[in-house]
């Protein structure tokens, strides 16, 4: 990876790897479990998420949550993949302080996780795009979250899943920021390609219009079917769009497109897709 200095000495292209301690233990057998709650939902199965390894693509508005949310959760291994630094327009939307201005958001937020992790836990943050230096190498990830404002990085990371049979949850926001969408593209199921054909590499969305409440929307979709992944719940709709004001609530479970650009060597192919509502 390359390496540069930004104005507050970090690294920038280079990777910090921190360790967490986690709650403390229950000082009293009858204590409730930490996970008790979450456990008793339908298909939660605690161990397979504690055991599972996420990667986390962004580190501003979207994955400032998400990754805050699978460290509650109980995630014990995260790796945050993010090239820019913190500057005074994120601070109303992403996991940052002031002190944490100019400094690369790999970092900074990885640092800023570690006292939210409820079990010991891992986090590495690679200041660097997913580009090249990052996709050729296979991080060996259960699941990696994507969220970010610009195509280039969501068609890498959906190769990088297809590639390495890794499941890859994309989370957007709509230009005007009232909507938010995600997808899960499975192994062996549709990629973003297949139901997204004509994504632009070039093209970026800024997030000119967004604010903290769509961010929290998208993680919450985000992280429900990263954990939903990885502990083996396979009859979840994969499409989901829900609008701020409530009026906007569609799931779907899209088919993969037998000439999709993208998967379509595979040759365990459906014979039908479905129209989605795209707002992008
Ligand atoms: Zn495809």
Redesign the pocket.
Known sequence: MSSASSPKGFALGSTIELSARGFPPQSHPMEADLFCRQSAMPGHDQSRLEAAKFGVIGAGGLGSWIALGLARMGARDLTIIEPDSFDRSNAPRQFMFGEDLFRPKAHVLSKNLIPHFTNAARVRGIASAFDDDVVGVNLGLDALIVGVDNNEARLAASAYGLRNAVPIVFVMHSRDGLRVQAFLQRVGG?????VLPNLDPLTFAPCATVSIAGCFLAAGHAVALAAAVVMGQDRLPIWRETSLDGSTERTGTPL??PT?????SDRKLSETTVALPLGL
């Open positions: 549709p990629c973003l390609s297949c993969r497109v999709c650009r993208m998967c379509s």
